[in-house]
């Protein structure tokens, strides 16, 4: 089955700077990775997505790249804000199943 | 409704009992998932729906847990003889359909503590 490996678990940025979260996918069938954004108590939410015949998408201050070759993708926030402090899980969908296998998330602290 | 609905927010049980957890999806989203969260956790995949058919078991830690939905509506997710494992959020999702390219919506889901 589809195994994620999200990194780092912890990242800690001064507002301002940018974070990078990085997942990798094993499933080369995958062609649907979407970012969701669980703030404390919260419920996640979808913040951003990408399918696999595009290589980038950005929204606003957040994009999400995709390399399908090293099987790989990112999330990437400019301009921290403190309220972009929360967990963010990445996914990718196993191929063959609609259902998406999730990364263990990272906490991103952002600190004002 | 607007979004999707769980009940109870909380629920505090004794070790052995019986629970029932309610999910109501975005009216009109044929898909609905349910998910276990523990402490600090990611995210546990139990259990989808498509319509009333549930296509995928293969998360239901055990045979304690089973789950419902009729009317391609409501779901319930039912834990038999509750253990002090079983405390976790369960978070229940929904989507149009099911179908790659389809993002979750979730509810505020229900903390389960069994003592």
């Known amino acids: 089955g589809e195994n994620v490996e999200q990194h780092p678990s912890t990242l800690s940025v001064q507002e301002g700077d940018s974070a990078v979260i990085k997942c990798t996918y094993s499933?080369?069938?995958?062609?649907?990775f979407p970012w969701y954004k669980q703030e404390l108590g919260k419920r996640p939410q979808l913040i951003i997505d990408i399918r696999s015949n595009v290589g980038e998408k950005k929204d606003q201050r957040i994009a999400v790249t995709l390399n399908k070759t090293a099987k790989h993708f990112s999330l990437h926030i400019t301009e921290t804000q403190p309220e972009d402090s929360a967990v963010y899980f990445c996914?990718?969908?196993?191929?063959?199943?609609?259902?998406?296998?999730f990364g263990r998330g990272t906490s991103l602290i952002v600190h004002p | 409704g607007a979004g999707v609905s769980q009940s109870p927010s909380n629920k505090v049980t004794e070790k052995g009992k019986d629970v029932e957890l309610r999910c109501d999806p975005i009216s009109g989203h044929t898909a609905l998932y349910w998910y276990r969260q523990s402490l600090g956790q990611g995210l546990e995949f139990l259990i989808y729906f498509q319509g009333n058919s549930a296509p995928d078991k293969s998360g239901l830690p055990s045979d304690r847990f089973s789950a419902e939905r009729t009317g391609g509506s409501v779901s319930t997710l039912t834990i038999q003889r509750t253990q002090q494992e079983d405390s976790a959020v369960y978070l229940c999702a929904s989507s149009p359909t099911v179908g790659q390219g389809y993002g979750y919506t979730f509810g505020s889901g229900t903390r389960l503590t069994v003592v």
């Open positions: 996914a990718a969908n196993r191929g063959g199943s609609y259902i998406p296998t």
């Open positions: 499933d080369s069938a995958s062609n649907y």
